[in-house]
T-cell receptor
Framework: EAGVTQFPSHSVIEKGQTVTLRCDPISGHDNLYWYRRVMGKEIKFLLHFVKESKQDESGMPNNRFLAERTGGTYSTLKVQPAELEDSGVYFC???????????FGEGSRLTVL | EDQVTQSPEALRLQEGESSSLNCSYTVSGLRGLFWYRQDPGKGPEFLFTLYSAGEEKEKERLKATLTKKESFLHITAPKPEDSATYLCAVQAEGDKIIFGKGTRLHILP
């Protein structure tokens, strides 16, 4: 069974540019999460989808971040325009149940210059 | 505010030297506490879920325990391949899962 896959694994962009990160969850997992880890800090929650609906987006830093989940399958996280402080590793995770373990992808490392 | 604090930040042990990692939490209505292992350049990998005080789970050289305020991850006779960052996370009433900063464990051969 395929795990959670994320693309790209690493992206380097300049301040002001746009980047779109993609996440393909494990098939059948209705719950999809985005997290971010900034250097030296803990992994921080960004948002949670249940199928195609945003269940909780309280962790989204500001309106430069837009997350979508088309048809309840894959998800994208767009940053537009990117700022220096957006650099970090963005993790996607999925789960079968609302309460339970998360299965993580390997992350997308974003570097904003 | 829900909070998860892990200690120590880093730990170096000799191979075979047992020790424990701590995770203290403050949440309203704990629904689950999780331990993950993270290797460099990888995503966190699930280890254990604990749901209520007094619960224990074991896997190979690892044993996780839970009280009403903290959880311990005990490592018995560790090997170099146990070197990793160990993350603690809690799920509270709002269903959001929040993470601690982790403990970087290094086992010397």
């Amino acid at each position: 069974e395929a795990g959670v896959t994320q693309f790209p694994s690493h992206s380097v962009i300049e301040k002001g540019q746009t980047v779109t990160l993609r996440c393909d969850p494990i098939s059948g997992h209705d719950n999809l999460y985005w997290y971010r880890r900034v250097m030296g800090k803990e992994i921080k929650f960004l948002l949670h989808f249940v199928k195609e609906s945003k269940q909780d987006e309280s962790g989204m830093p500001n309106n430069r971040f837009l997350a979508e989940r088309t048809g309840g399958t894959y998800s994208t996280l767009k940053v537009q325009p990117a700022e220096l402080e957006d650099s970090g590793v963005y993790f996607c995770a999925s789960s079968l149940r609302l309460v339970g373990e998360l299965f993580f992808g390997e992350g997308s490392r974003l570097t904003v210059l | 505010e829900d909070q998860v604090t892990q200690s120590p930040e880093a730990l170096r042990l000799q191979e075979g030297e047992s020790s424990s990692l701590n995770c203290s939490y403050t949440v309203s209505g704990l629904r689950g506490l999780f331990w993950y292992r993270q290797d460099p350049g990888k995503g966190p990998e699930f280890l254990f879920t604990l749901y209520s005080a007094g619960e224990e789970k074991e896997k190979e050289r690892l044993k996780a325990t839970l009280t009403k305020k903290e959880s311990f991850l005990h490592i018995t006779a560790p090997k170099p391949e146990d070197s990793a960052t160990y993350l603690c996370a809690v799920q509270a009433e709002g269903d959001k899962i929040i993470f601690g900063k982790g403990t970087r464990l290094h086992i010397l051969p």
